[in-house]
């Protein structure tokens, strides 16, 4: 889809006041002693709070009004049809886990996609004040240390490389076991980051990371600034990932394939 330069600019500025008010709406809530969950699954502690919906229904307040003919999808609130070819994909807080424990960790995701997948994405860490911004043209961090233009990594051996998850345990057994292999290899492996070990990837401060089990609103804003940055992100066998799934993102196609050999058990 061709966006022209007025589009580019009301996407730009429509998102970064997305972002602002999402980060009044989770920053009344975090660190709040009183603050509370409910799981969404009965199985497995999947948390939900006020702020999750609060800044979700922000967000699509701001939409209705700035560009009511575009669709959402929203962790939260599900989906709404538009009109113009382009969708807004909204996880209000990524990383519920975290933002429940008070580490500043999780972030606001916010993309636009069509149908090809995401044209623009945003990760926002409100405690922390950093924005990473990626697409249209755009590749750049605002935080407490000023603006920055984002870029990957350089290719280096995987047995240097710095590798993220969120959980050790990622996915299914077989998964798990696929993403062991990787790590074995790698120099160092982390966990517990969530949405800001993507934004480590664009920043060129880590080499990977390898997750299961996503959703689209969990992956379409780091796609756009990953890639932005010189970085890719596809599924393990290669394929797109903005529809979730088995997600590998890397820093460089050397990397990149150097993890996805392993995740394949070549």
């Not at 990837?201 to 932005?228: H, K, N």
Request: glycine share 12%.
């Amino acid at each position: 889809m061709t966006i022209d330069a007025e589009t580019r600019a009301s996407l730009i500025t429509t998102a970064d006041a997305l972002a602002d008010a999402a980060r009044t709406a989770t920053l009344r809530h975090f660190r709040s002693l009183g603050l509370s969950a409910e799981s969404k699954e009965i199985a497995r502690f999947d948390p939900v709070t006020v702020a999750d919906r609060l800044a979700e229904q922000e967000m699509r307040a701001i939409l209705s009004r700035e560009r009511p003919q575009d669709g959402i999808l929203g962790e939260e609130f599900g989906r709404e049809a538009g009109s113009s070819g382009l969708t807004w994909v909204l996880d209000p807080i990524d990383g519920t886990r975290g933002y429940l424990s008070g580490t500043p960790t999780w972030g606001v995701l916010i993309s636009v996609a069509d149908a090809d997948g995401p044209v623009f994405g945003l990760i926002d860490q409100p405690y922390i004040g950093e924005r990473f911004r990626g697409g249209l043209g755009m590749s750049e961090m605002d935080g407490p240390q000023g603006r920055r233009v984002l870029k990957t990594r350089p290719p280096r051996p995987l047995s240097e490389a710095i590798l993220f998850s969120t959980f050790p345990e990622v996915g299914s057994p077989e998964e798990g076991a696929a993403f062991r292999r990787v790590s074995e290899a790698a120099r160092l492996t982390r966990y517990g980051m969530d949405c800001y070990a993507y934004a480590l990837v664009a920043a060129g401060q880590i080499d990977l990371v390898i997750e299961a089990g996503l959703q689209p609103y969990d992956v379409q804003a780091p796609i756009a600034v990953i890639e932005a940055a010189g970085g890719i992100v596809t599924d393990w066998r290669g394929g797109a990932a903005h529809d979730g799934g088995r997600i590998l993102a890397a820093a460089n196609a050397d990397i990149h394939a150097e993890a996805m050999a392993l995740l394949n058990g070549q």
